[in-house]
Every structure is written in structure tokens, then in C-alpha cells.
């Protein structure tokens, strides 16, 4: 999988060749932050108002998929529970586990191409080597993904993408 980076910016996640947006939100957050509230944003306050009734809660193993168009180049926003934010940051394993469920998610609706955000990245729960490090054992060498659009902050670009060249180099020496 070749994994790639975007920042924060609206305007450049739109440029990504993508039909799906992956984002993931803790339980106990409101408002919505990082790309959840950007999307949410663009899309009219749409998340927050589903928040709001009570249909998005933001639970453990939640995923909610709406429509992205006409406000959002993609045709699906998909937002994923995290639970309740850990007080200690997000343990890996149940970062693995969501990482797992996107990658489920993402081949069952066969799409290989997704602008993501890693779960708990938002609000850096989640060291970004060590996401990158995860996504990448979880991805192994499964074709069901080409490209993902990482979206992070400007700090972890360095991070994710030496990552996932040493990852790269390290699968074509096996």
C-alpha cells in the first residue's frame, strides 16, 4: 500500500483521488475535532446533528456512512467510534483493532483508494510512527488497498512516510 500525506487544509484533502473520507471520533468529544470537525464543517453541520440525535454517538466499533456529495469530492464520509477517550492515551491494541475494522470496512465497500485519518491521531493519542507502524503489520501485503491519503498534522509527515518507506524496502527484500 502506498501511503501518503495531506495536512489539515480542506482545499488540499479535495485534491486526493478518492471516493471515500475515513475519519474517527472518541465518545465523549464535542465538538467534533480534527478532520470529523473539518467534514462536519463542509457538510453543514450534518455529523453534529446526527451527534445531536442521538444516532451518531461515537461508541466502540461504531461506523456511520453518509453521503459526501455535492459538498465533498467523495462519494462516502465514513466516521468511526473510538469510545470513551482513555485517560493514559490510546492503548495499541484497541487502536489496532479500529485500524482493523476501517480495513474491513474499506474492502467490503472495494475501495483501495481513501483519504484517512488515523484513529486518535487527531488529537496525537497515538504516536505517529507507531500508527503508521501498526497500519502497515495490519495491511500486510493485501492488494484490497492501493493509496491512502493520511491526513495529519504537518509534525508526523516525516514520521509516517519514513515509516512506510522502511516498510516498503524491508517487503521487497522478503
Known amino acids: 500500500m502506498d501511503l501518503r500525506y495531506l495536512p489539515h ?17 472518541w465518545q465523549d468529544e464535542v465538538p467534533m475535532r480534527g478532520l470529523a470537525g473539518l467534514l462536519d464543517w463542509r457538510l453543514a ?3 453534529s446533528a446526527l451527534q ?33 477517550r482513555p485517560p493514559q492515551g490510546f492503548e495499541e491494541a484497541r487502536f489496532r483493532e479500529t ?5 474491513r470496512t474499506l474492502e467490503g465497500l472495494h475501495v483501495p ?8 491521531r487527531a488529537d496525537a493519542s497515538i504516536l505517529p510512527d507507531r500508527a503508521a507502524t501498526v497500519v502497515l503489520e495490519c495491511v500486510g501485503t ?19 512516510l519514513e515509516r512506510a518507506q522502511e516498510e516498503q524496502r524491508r517487503a521487497r527484500r522478503a
Open 9 to 25: 487544509d480542506l482545499r488540499r484533502i479535495d485534491e486526493a483521488n478518492a471516493e471515500v473520507v475515513a475519519c474517527a471520533i
Open 52 to 84: 445531536r440525535a442521538d444516532y451518531l454517538r461515537g461508541e466502540a466499533g461504531e461506523v456511520l456512512c453518509v453521503p459526501g456529495r455535492p459538498r465533498l469530492p467523495f462519494d462516502k464520509v465514513l466516521v468511526f467510534g473510538l469510545g470513551p
Open 113 to 120: 483508494r481513501a483519504v484517512v485519518e488515523l484513529p486518535g
Open 142 to 160: 493485501s492488494a484490497a488497498h492501493d493509496t491512502w491519503w493520511i491526513v495529519d498534522h504537518a509534525d508526523a509527515e516525516r514520521h509516517l
Open 45 to 47: 453541520g450534518k455529523l
Open 99 to 103: 485500524v482493523l475494522h476501517l480495513l
